[in-house]
């Protein structure tokens, strides 16, 4: 699947509900699901994991990160390669 | 550009420093990029954006959430056809 795949994905499923929604509220969505990874993370550092959630957590993550890039104009693909691809990137950290 | 070959960038390149980091100190650069993002959404929000640097801090939030799943050993792409394709996927909202 590629990134452009998943955006538009997105874009087809959700975007009537995520553009009446407006960005900032998109964006406590979405914060809210950071909450929900960070909770499946500590568990799993705790040695409570439990790795199939914590791969859906994942996935909200990305799905919402997705929305809050389609509604404000943003190709994640173009903007990864603008970043990391062109001239080889940041080295060493991000 | 798939989601797996993001993951595969991600790891050749940041692998070394991410892994000698460790989970919780990444979740903590992780959000400290969230932020920046809130800030470029934020400035387009008022009618003072700057849509290069907004793109670049998607594309930060993206790389640092494909490391946290890297060091977590979660498969994006496979996470998210378990939770937005078997099935149709949530309908609606998310």
Redesign the interface.
Known sequence: ????D?QQ?IRD??HA?DSARG??AT?LWF?EE?GE??HA?AR??RGDGD?EN???E????????T???NS??????????????VGG?P????
Chains 1, 2 share one sequence.
């Open positions: 699947m590629t990134i452009a998943l994905l499923r959700y509900t960005a900032p964006f914060v950071i990874l960070a993370l799993k550092q790795q914590l791969a859906e994942f996935a909200d993550v990305l799905a919402w990160l929305t809050l890039a404000s104009g943003v190709d994640l693909t173009d903007a990864i390669r603008r970043k990391y691809l990137g080295a060493g950290t991000k």
